[in-house]
């Protein structure tokens, strides 16, 4: 059975998706079963951690690019002040 290319990209991101959507679901399940068992202090360390992991992994898909600021023309050469 032939798929066109088409056919093909679309599973694949349907997969990819499904995928995504599957490991916050997993997330959201767990820190709710956490939030039943530990006490307020405790389930606030857990919080905390994900806040942590959350940010860490947004600044891991960020490219590196994206933060570094390519020097003007100007200032390369020495000739004038940067702007």
């Known amino acids: 059975m032939s798929h066109t290319l088409g056919t093909r990209t679309l599973r694949g991101m349907l997969w990819a998706y499904g995928s995504y959507v599957g490991g916050r679901a997993l997330?959201?399940?767990s820190t709710a079963i956490l939030a039943r068992l530990l006490n307020?202090?405790?389930f606030g360390l857990v919080a905390?951690?994900?806040i942590f992991t959350a940010?860490?992994?947004s600044v891991a898909r960020s490219s590196?690019?994206?933060w570094v600021r390519p020097r003007s023309a100007s200032?390369?050469?020495g000739s004038?002040?940067?702007s």
């Open 27 to 29: 997330v959201l399940v």
């Open 40 to 42: 307020p202090a405790d």
């Open 48 to 50: 905390l951690a994900l």
């Open 55 to 57: 940010l860490l992994e």
């Open 64 to 66: 590196a690019a994206c």
């Open 75 to 77: 200032t390369r050469s």
């Open 80 to 82: 004038g002040s940067p």
